[in-house]
T-cell receptor, first 114, second 109 residues
Framework: IAGITQAPTSQILAAGRRMTLRCTQD?????MYWYRQDLGLGLRLIHY???????GKGEVPDGYSVSRANTDDFPLTLASAVPSQTSVYFC?????????????FGPGTRLTVL | GQNIDQPTEMTATEGAIVQINCTYQ??????LFWYQQHAGEAPTFLSY??LDGLEEKGRFSSFLSRSKGYSYLLLKELQMKDSASYLC??????????WGAGTKLIIKP
């Protein structure tokens, strides 16, 4: 099935624990993104990657890291989770990251940090 | 700073027409997007405007005025399934999307 998958669907995590959110796309898109969505706020970009092997920081990168070893996968790691990282996390991908590029979203991961 | 403004919530009646406004102030402009997001689901792409004017796609139309920093999404012949949040996003000079907080549209029978 073409598209973007994310895992897990939801997770409850103790503060201080390490967590990796997984994202895989099979559309051969070059660009991938991680966003968080919080009530009353717009989607905020955490990290992005315009092509395999490169990554960049978004608006809210602190406390998060990413890697892009290949085209399909773009995991997001929380090294030591804090309650303020409770959010819904969306992974997205687009063909090139260029001007007219449309981003397509995965189903999201709902993360609760206690 | 960069800012996207849209109304928090709107209510409309099934079968009617509703216009959702979006104003923006961003560092550069490389297009404006509208997405639909049903509760608990991912955003899905609706429309893209980069030039001034109206883009029509079925029951949905989107308008852009770059000089005014303004866009609207027009939904016609509203159906109950149109109850969702509508997100406005602008691609800035760094080619990143800046998102509004979304407009929750409630459709009443």
């Amino acid at each position: 099935i073409a598209g973007i998958t994310q895992a897990p669907t939801s997770q409850i995590l103790a503060a201080g624990r390490r967590m990796t959110l997984r994202c895989t796309q099979d559309m051969r898109h070059n660009a991938m993104y991680w966003y968080r969505q919080d009530l009353g706020l717009g989607l905020r970009l955490i990290h992005y990657s315009n092509t395999a092997g490169t990554t960049g920081k978004g608006e809210v990168p602190d406390g998060y890291s990413v890697s892009r070893a290949n085209t399909d996968d773009f995991p997001l790691t929380l090294a030591s989770a804090v309650p303020s990282q409770t959010s819904v996390y969306f992974c997205a991908s687009s063909r090139s990251g260029g001007a007219g590029d449309t981003q397509y979203f995965g189903p999201g991961t709902r993360l609760t940090v206690l | 700073g960069q800012n996207i403004d849209q109304p928090t919530e709107m209510t409309a009646t099934e079968g009617a027409i509703v216009q959702i406004n979006c104003t923006y102030q961003t560092s550069g402009f490389n297009g404006l997007f509208w997405y639909q997001q049903h509760a608990g689901e991912a955003p899905t792409f609706l429309s893209y405007n980069v030039l001034d004017g109206l883009e029509e796609k079925g029951r949905f139309s989107s308008f852009l005025s770059r000089s005014k920093g303004y866009s609207y999404l027009l939904l016609k012949e509203l159906q109950m399934k149109d109850s969702a949040s509508y997100l406005c996003a602008v691609r800035d000079s760094n080619y990143q999307l800046i998102w509004g907080a979304g407009t929750k549209l409630i459709i009443k029978p």
